[in-house]
Every structure is written in structure tokens, then in C-alpha cells.
């Protein structure tokens, strides 16, 4: 994984970036692939905390209102825009900017996160669209406005069959080079997609969202089949993304002297691969999870776990 951090206005040598982020306390720590997280020690929750916080002051009222159009109240919330998520990712932008962290799919990821509050908010102003009761519409806004302190904490698992590589030797095999600079974004990838997933039942925490309601069956009006071409659009463009970084940094490799461009072709060539095996199980679980359906997601990880494997294990470089 790579961090590239601004200096001077441009990028520093390898070997300075390494020193700068072990004593910036930044360095990524390798853990077991239930736990391993391409973010160790970066400020993570900071950026989240303030990011959702700005995002949901100036969505929540609009989506509070839509629980006053009637029958239309779904029609409502999906034209709401820019949607939570949307809103979120442009204020991390922002606030990873002014940190000084250049890292990759770092606003994605939390814009991803998003989906959890903005899909929670959305089934309780549903609910409160066809409540009578002034007593349980009460408590439906009193839930409402408890989103942000329930959403404060930034809580995902990250997962990384793979084990840092280290930095080629010059006149190394190109093959060597380009599973090096794909390595670099790889585990951030795979947290953008992981992020971007229609989330579980229990993720949205529908069961539990007002005392003595269980709104799960609001599920299937918050979200559609209809968001499935969208979803795989931004998969395609995150896989996009980690070949326009990995050759961008391959490019910028003073040490490299093989051919940069046979390093470029391989580059393409094993996102490709990739991309031609996980994006279509990626796209089942969420047309499974977007009608309804509570697919596992063990097959899923373990099809990312024998990819990572395939480019980055010890056989990698095999004839």
C-alpha cells in the first residue's frame, strides 16, 4: 500500500517517504487478513467525524422534510441531491487535502461508509411518512436525530490476503515491478469496493434504530435493482483508478531500468484479469443484497483472497 504524501510540491524519493511515515507514525502494519487495514494510524475517524458531521447538517433536513410528501416520500429521498454519500466524499476530499494525504480511495471509502446512515435516516423517515400517531412519530425523529451519534464511530473491517512486497532490485523482472506498484494500491482497492457494497441488514442497524420498532421491511424501498449499473460503473472506475496510481508511480521510479513500458502492460494486463473475476461476483452479491436477499459474503472474499494470491504469492512469477 502507498501513502503519497506532498512535499515541496512534489513527490519524495521512496526511501524518504519510508522514514517520513515511520516517524509520522503512518507506516502500515501488516495483521492477519480479518483485521489487516491499508489506514493503520492514519487519522481516519478524525476525517470521517467531520466529514459525515458537515455532510449530514445540510442533507438531514431535506430528507426530514420528505417525510411529509405522502405517497411520494421514495420518490423524495432517492432525488435528493447530492445524496449523503455524495456529500461526504467531497468534504473528506477536502479534508484529506488539507492534512497533507495524497492516498488513493481514501474519500471513496468513507463516501462508501456513508450508505449506513443515509440508508438508516431513509427507512425511518419512510416509516414516519406513514405513521398517525404523534407519539411514534416522536420517537421516529427522535431516532432520526440520533443517526449522527449512532454513525459517529468509523467502524469497517478491511481484508488483505497479501503480505507486503518488497522493492525490486534495478534490472529486476518487469513482472516483478508491476506486481510491486500494483501492490501499492491494492489493499486501498479493495476497501474502496468493500465500502461501495449494498450494506447488510445489520450494518444499516435496522432492527435497532427506534426503541420498539423493527424497520427492516423498509428495506426494500430504500435501495433497488435500479442502483446495480451505477454501482458497477464506479467498480469499473476504482479498478481504473489503480492502473492511472500504479503507472503514475512506476513512471515517477528513478530505479527503475527495465522497460517502463512492458511494466505498463503488465500492469494492465493483471487488472484486467482481476477485474474480469471480481467485478462479476461483486455484482451478483449486490443484486442479491439490493433485492433482498442476505447472500454470504465469505465466497466473495475468498475469490478477492485467491486473486491477491495469483498476483502477489510466491508462485506469482512462475513460467
Known sequence: MMHRIRWNGGKISIAAWIFLLTIAGCRFSPRSPSEASPFANLPLQRIWSESFSAAWSGWAPQALACAHAGSDTRRCLRALRPTLTERVVEEAARRKEALGIDAPYVASILGGYAQRPEQAAALIVLAMSESTGEDRRARLQAAFEAIPRRFERFSFSFRSARSPLSHPGAGEDPRRWAQYYLAQEWALLRAAVAAWRPPAEEEVQCARLASGEDLC???????????????????????????????????????LQKDPAAVRALLSEMLREAREKLIPLEREVARQ???????????????????????????????
Open 217 to 255: 421491511a423498509f428495506m426494500a424501498r430504500v435501495r433497488s435493482p435500479e442502483d446495480l449499473p451505477a454501482l458497477e460503473a464506479r467498480l469499473e472506475e476504482f479498478f481504473r483508478g489503480a492502473f492511472d496510481y500504479a503507472d503514475a508511480f512506476a513512471r515517477s521510479e528513478r530505479f
Open 289 to 319: 443484497r439490493l433485492n433482498g436477499e442476505s447472500p454470504s459474503i465469505n465466497p466473495l472474499e475468498s475469490a478477492w483472497d485467491e486473486v491477491e494470491h495469483t498476483l502477489f504469492g510466491p508462485s506469482a512469477l512462475s513460467p
